[in-house]
């Protein structure tokens, strides 16, 4: 029960963190640029006040696995910023979270770990219930480049959640992540110009990134070593759902039938997942 309620509490944060991103950069006119500096930069300050504030251990910086975590956080960060340019918000998550659940359960398999066939069905039924959520209507055509870039950033998220299954300290390895990654992510600001700022924009970067990114990913690394590969996968896919719910409660979106239904869907799938098999 507290691994659920954990997981529960990590979903929603990955959830906030789009509903931020779209109230940041659509609402406040932040650009996306701009809200991935900032976010970065925030998130490494608090979790690394954290790792002070506890007094042992350190973040260990120069060591393998740490560069390899900040080079896919900065890729998810940097990528998941700019396909919002051109991909409206439902279809950008439909292509993160589908190519993050082709990814790991590749990696599943490459690894030998036996998945079930409970396991096999309640991705797809969950899967189904994401592609009736969010795949738009009337034919629209998806632009090409910002898809690519939100499926780069899907294979960096599944590497970084796959990095993390074997972390012993969740706060300290998310906090030398985070340090890592803002300089890579500055590094663009040489190649491509941040843009405009606003006082409303840099506020809800900052919170996504000491709050829903920062502690939510530290947060994550602490739930992995006790996930199965497939089970972290297919629990991502409650993330979608609850980032619509949470635009009908908090931004007025509306509710619809095609909502309802694809909400029973995937969690249905994950409640099927997630079932003990024989």
Not at 167 to 187: M, W, Y
């Amino acid at each position: 029960m507290k691994l659920f309620i954990l997981v529960t509490l990590t979903m929603v944060a990955f959830a906030a963190n789009s509903i931020l991103n779209r109230v940041g950069v659509a609402t406040y006119g932040m650009d996306p640029m701009g809200f991935a500096v900032i976010r970065t930069l925030a998130g490494a300050v608090t979790l690394t006040i954290l790792v002070v504030l506890r007094g042992t251990g350190g973040m260990a910086l120069w060591n393998r696995k740490r560069g390899a975590g900040a080079v896919a956080l900065a890729i998810y960060m940097i990528g998941f910023s700019w396909s919002y340019l051109t991909l409206g918000a439902g279809l950008g998550a439909l292509i993160l979270f589908g190519v993050l659940q082709v990814v790991m359960f590749g990696w599943a398999v490459i690894e030998g770990q036996r998945i079930a066939p409970i396991r096999w069905l309640g991705a797809g039924v969950a899967m189904i219930g994401l592609v009736v959520l969010l795949w738009p209507g009337g034919g629209a055509a998806v632009p090409f480049a910002g898809a690519m870039v939100m499926a780069l950033a899907g294979v960096a998220w599944a590497a970084y959640t796959l990095l993390g299954r074997g972390e012993p300290d969740a706060l300290a390895a998310s906090a030398g992540n985070f340090v890592l990654c803002f300089p890579l992510v500055v590094g663009l600001l040489a190649i491509v110009d941040m843009g405009s700022l606003t006082m409303s924009g840099v506020l809800v970067a900052v919170t996504a990134g000491a709050l829903t990114s920062g502690l939510g990913y530290a947060l994550w690394y602490r739930c992995l070593p006790q996930l199965a590969t497939v089970t972290a996968a297919v629990a991502q896919l409650s993330v979608p759902v609850i980032a619509v719910a949470a635009g009908v409660f908090l931004l007025a979106e509306p509710v619809t039938q095609r909502l309802l239904i694809a909400g029973i869907l995937v969690l249905g799938g994950i409640a099927i997942s997630l079932k003990p098999s024989r």
